[in-house]
């Protein structure tokens, strides 16, 4: 009886614990997400802006490195515009913009053509970005949101708009209806992208130097490695990368399936 006693409560127990660790991250299930609809005719300028500061801090995932730690300009304390300038006349620059609003977009499709002195991949002595182009996989970015985080920029600084209104209906992805959550990520690649992971990882075939390179983590790292990595970035930093660039609220944000496709995913790469 004892043994027997021992094993149910050993098993209570087990059962217990991981309730108690399956409930640290939100069990959300998110509502079915509503189309949003784009009517040009009652697009403005005021809108547009909007629209780019919402893609700056979301799906361009600017914010990611573009802040106060160090690890890129923080593009939301300087005056762009001005910034802009400087560079243009900088004998470094190897571009083709001639005015401020060509500069903006040909530093957010071809980042190598002006890098910022201290800002450049280790090792290239500031002659090659580490800022991937955000027309392409993973970011994605349309020409009209390139352009309209642009605007955002401009007028965050006092300094003229300069792009124009878009004439064709940009393309919208849906959208959660207001104050729901967001939908959860039915894939494991559906949830890499909704976290932005590729625009700081080297993984599934894209490149990016801002965090360690992620193909082949499954031989280096267990599961319980990977899930620590995520929900507590702090309890362990890769040798050569800055502390504190990794967002430390995916334990918040994430729900219990979307950290497990996660880390299944990730432990598939070896």
Same mark, same amino acid.
């Given at each position: 009886?004892?043994?027997?006693?021992?094993?149910?409560?050993?098993?209570?127990?087990?059962?217990?614990?991981?309730?108690?660790?399956?409930?640290? $991250?939100?069990?959300? *299930?998110?509502?079915?997400?509503?189309?949003?609809?784009?009517?040009?005719?009652?697009?403005?300028?005021?809108?547009?802006? &909007?629209?780019?500061?919402?893609?700056? #801090?979301?799906?361009?995932?600017?914010?990611?490195?573009?802040?106060?730690?160090?690890?890129?300009?923080?593009?939301?304390?300087?005056?762009?515009?001005?910034?802009? @300038?400087?560079?243009? *006349?900088?004998?470094?620059?190897?571009?083709?913009?001639?005015? %401020?609003?060509?500069?903006?977009?040909?530093?957010?499709?071809?980042?190598? =053509?002006?890098?910022?002195? #201290?800002?450049?991949?280790?090792?290239?002595?500031?002659?090659?970005?580490?800022?991937?182009?955000?027309?392409?996989?993973?970011?994605?970015?349309?020409?009209? @949101?390139?352009?309209?985080?642009?605007?955002?920029?401009?007028?965050?600084?006092?300094?003229?708009?300069?792009?124009?209104?878009?004439?064709? =209906?940009?393309?919208? *992805?849906? !959208?959660? &209806?207001?104050?729901?959550?967001?939908?959860? +990520? !039915?894939? &494991?690649?559906?949830?890499?992208?909704?976290?932005?992971?590729?625009?700081?990882?080297?993984? $599934?075939?894209? @490149?990016? #130097?801002?965090?360690?390179? $992620?193909?082949?983590?499954?031989?280096?790292?267990?599961?319980?490695?990977?899930?620590?990595?995520?929900?507590?970035?702090?309890? =362990? %930093? +890769?040798?050569?990368?800055?502390?504190?660039?990794?967002? =430390?609220?995916?334990?918040?944000?994430?729900?219990?399936?979307?950290?497990?496709?996660?880390?299944?995913?990730?432990?598939?790469?070896?």
């Amino acid at each position: 009886m004892n043994v027997l006693g021992k094993t149910l409560g050993f098993s209570l127990g087990m059962i217990l614990i991981f309730t108690l660790v399956a409930n640290l $991250l939100p069990q959300v *299930e998110g509502e079915a997400p509503v189309e949003q609809k784009v009517d040009l005719g009652a697009l403005t300028m005021e809108s547009y802006i &909007a629209l780019g500061e919402a893609l700056f #801090s979301g799906k361009g995932t600017c914010t990611l490195c573009h802040n106060a730690m160090g690890r890129a300009p923080d593009l939301l304390v300087m005056n762009v515009g001005g910034a802009a @300038e400087k560079h243009l *006349e900088d004998e470094r620059y190897k571009g083709k913009a001639t005015n %401020i609003e060509e500069y903006l977009h040909e530093s957010m499709v071809d980042p190598g =053509a002006f890098v910022v002195a #201290s800002f450049g991949k280790k090792g290239s002595n500031d002659t090659e970005s580490p800022m991937p182009a955000v027309n392409k996989a993973p970011i994605e970015l349309s020409e009209i @949101e390139i352009n309209a985080i642009i605007a955002f920029l401009q007028f965050k600084d006092g300094n003229d708009v300069t792009v124009e209104l878009p004439t064709e =209906a940009p393309p919208v *992805e849906a !959208a959660p &209806a207001a104050g729901s959550a967001p939908a959860p +990520a !039915a894939t &494991a690649e559906d949830a890499i992208k909704k976290y932005g992971c590729q625009a700081c990882h080297s993984m $599934l075939g894209t @490149e990016s #130097s801002v965090g360690p390179a $992620l193909d082949g983590i499954g031989s280096r790292q267990s599961a319980e490695q990977i899930s620590l990595s995520i929900t507590d970035p702090a309890a =362990a %930093i +890769a040798e050569g990368f800055t502390p504190g660039v990794m967002p =430390a609220d995916f334990a918040e944000k994430m729900t219990v399936k979307e950290l497990k496709m996660i880390i299944d995913l990730l432990l598939e790469q070896r």
